[in-house]
């Protein structure tokens, strides 16, 4: 009991009476707060969740979609699905309905509004059952997914969803294939170089036709329609049916994500990816090497996967596709790192891995357009893509803070190692693989440009990690030698030798993205001088790698010396230096940068040994010239000048 002033002990307040009255149907209800509408529990969970998805048509739409009852609008988007899901045996598709097969009730009550109707033919198993359609669901959805049904898949400590690719944890190339026909087979690149490896028509159908059954024999599938490229104009519509949560997760963050309005009316997708990435493809079916086949057939505009769970296959699966369908439209799709001044002034960076190409491209003084896909079109440049795809491996709050941020609530992190009790990722961890990566939609980025669209290029910056310690840390190039040198496509990595002795290894990946390539790089050349030529953009080589001597005997260049480079560049500054040319690659280097030490700019100056030097030059200018053997066949032009052009612009002794 408490006490008064004078300490007399005085008595408790009485607790509030409950008042209570008796209904009509005997049942004594609690009347100090408004009772809950709902009579059960699960009415109650019921009204947990409303509606959000919009029941008008947009304004002045002129689509398939436009001006329907939602009824008819679910019936016809259904129906599109299941044309997609369509069998070759079977005339029709299967039926559908949305929903998770999880919930029953639900089920019942849409079943017989939105079924497709049962084919006449062919009847079997998968055509008497129900195919459950969980249709763009959002990121909270597919935790839910994931979590409940997919095993390895956890909520991390940030927030982050942590999953597993199963057995292949990076992409395929020896087991992508794309069909030959009449009309790829004198378009696309094929032979010693290429990436294209084919097919024919009819494989490719005994695989859809796979993956399509095993995809109907689910009790659920995902379906994500979204769309490829920032340029409104210039849009692709794709379709990505899966099997489960992570990929549609994945496809979520790294394509454009449509407005409700705009998924109303999407209609047909121009681009339809089949995953069956749990399913093998039968290794005795022809042109198989193995359980594993990623499937392209340009005619018929369809993907198929089978045999793999990386969802980097379909990422980048589509960037092929889009290789192939841009440049129709005069339209150059780059593999590149794309950024923006406060000023407007666009910059492309060229990079293979481990030259910088992230890091350069991620400035907190200019906005990002992109990581990693670009078009440059007649508007000027857009992202191909609507999310990042970054390695995860060694990441560091200090090192990638971006990155290290955009790790949260919605991100896909794959294969990654954690805590068992905090859930905090381990990023130095590489038991499961050292292809760590996060996927997580752009707008993750302070800095990123929103709509991702930047005016024509001012600079294109190719990026090389020269680990023989030979070419300047920054040249300016000529047109020819920025076609030159972006066919090659340079890189060194350093790869150890049976002594123990590391010495560096020239690589070379045409475009800086020879995997994804379909046509012949010196056609992607010659779009990209015709651009920079109409809108006067200067080509740059900057070399990140070593200086004062090959790797294990100079030092790598300081990386703020080169972003002094990056911002003279940016600024214009580096136009208006004097220049000197290097023997032997005939490059232009600038005789000083301000914040740059002006020894370093000129290599030769850098070596002790000076006949090393020339030694090493002379050797990778013989690498250059070995590799571009398998260009020098191609004619560019009626008159073959400009491929001549080209062959001159490149290492001369």
Request: glycine share 8%; proline share 5%.
């Amino acid at each position: 009991m408490a006490a008064n002033a004078n300490g007399v002990p005085t008595p408790r307040s009485p607790l509030a009476r409950i008042q209570t009255q008796k209904k009509q149907n005997g049942i004594c209800h609690d009347d100090s707060g408004k009772p809950v509408k709902a009579q059960t529990i699960d009415e109650l969970h019921s009204l947990q969740k409303k509606r959000s998805a919009p029941t008008t048509p947009l304004e002045g739409a002129q689509g398939a979609f436009a001006s329907l009852s939602e009824e008819e609008r679910q019936r016809q988007q259904l129906q599109s699905i299941s044309a997609s899901l369509a069998s070759l045996t079977r005339e029709t598709g299967p039926k559908l309905v949305k929903g998770d097969p999880a919930k029953t009730q639900a089920v019942a009550r849409v079943a017989h509004h939105h079924h497709v109707e049962a084919p006449t033919i062919s009847v079997s198993d998968s055509s008497l059952k129900f195919t459950h359609v969980l249709y763009n669901l959002s990121p909270a959805e597919l935790y839910e997914q994931a979590i409940k049904y997919e095993k390895g898949s956890f909520i991390t400590s940030t927030g982050a969803l942590a999953t597993l690719s199963g057995a292949k944890t990076g992409r395929a190339p020896r087991d992508k294939r794309v069909v030959i026909d009449d009309s790829t087979q004198d378009e696309l690149w094929w032979g010693k170089g290429s990436p294209n490896i084919e097919m024919d028509e009819h494989t490719f159908m005994v695989n859809r036709e796979r993956a399509v059954d095993y995809l109907n024999s689910l009790d659920k599938v995902f379906v994500n329609d979204q769309f490829l490229n920032w340029d409104p104009q210039n849009r692709i519509k794709v379709r990505i049916v899966s099997a489960r949560a992570y990929h549609s997760l994945f496809m979520h963050n790294m394509c454009i994500r449509p407005t409700p309005e705009e998924l109303e009316n999407f209609g047909t997708p121009d681009f339809t990816i089949y995953n069956a990435g749990q399913f093998p493809c039968n290794r005795y079916t022809h042109y198989m090497t193995s359980s594993t086949s990623i499937d392209l057939n340009l005619a018929r505009r369809e993907m198929v996967i089978l045999g793999t769970q990386y969802a980097g296959e379909m990422k980048k699966g589509l960037f092929s596709v889009m290789h192939y369908l841009m440049p129709k439209r005069q339209i150059l799709s780059l593999h590149s790192g794309c950024n923006m001044g406060k000023d407007g002034d666009v910059a492309l960076f060229f990079g293979l891995s481990g030259t910088g190409k992230t890091t350069l491209s991620t400035d907190h003084n200019r906005y990002l357009i992109g990581d990693d896909e670009h078009c440059w079109s007649d508007n000027g440049v857009s992202n191909i893509e609507g999310g990042c795809y970054a390695k995860c491996i060694g990441l560091s709050r200090e090192k990638e803070p971006d990155i290290w941020n955009a790790i949260k609530f919605g991100t896909v992190l794959e294969n990654v190692v954690f805590d068992e009790h905090t859930r905090e990722v381990d990023y130095e961890e590489k038991s499961v693989t050292e292809n760590t990566r996060a996927a997580y939609p752009i707008e993750y980025i302070p800095n990123a440009k929103i709509p991702c669209v930047g005016s024509h290029p001012k600079n294109v910056i190719l990026l090389a990690c020269d680990a023989f310690g030979v070419l300047p840390p920054v040249s300016k190039l000529s047109l020819a030698q920025t076609m030159y040198h972006f066919i090659s496509g340079y890189t060194a990595l350093v790869a150890g030798t049976e002594d123990g002795i590391k010495e560096p290894t020239a690589t070379f990946s045409a475009c800086f993205g020879a995997a994804f390539i379909m046509l012949h790089p010196t056609k992607y050349a010659a779009m990209l001088a015709e651009k920079m030529q109409k809108h006067g953009a200067t080509g740059w080589l900057v070399n990140t790698g070593w200086s004062g001597g090959s790797y294990g005997y100079g030092s790598r260049i300081k990386l703020p010396y080169t972003r002094k480079i990056i911002d003279a560049i940016h600024s214009g500054s580096l136009l208006n230096a004097t220049y000197l040319k290097t023997e032997v690659f005939g490059l232009e280097i600038p005789t000083e940068i301000e914040g740059v030490p002006s020894q370093i700019l000129r290599p030769e100056n850098t070596w002790a040994d000076k006949k090393a030097y020339k030694d090493t030059l002379l050797k990778l200018a013989g690498l250059f010239k070995k590799n571009f053997e398998t260009f020098t066949n191609y004619k560019i032009g009626k008159d073959n000048k400009l491929t001549e052009e080209i062959l001159a612009a490149g290492p001369n002794f």
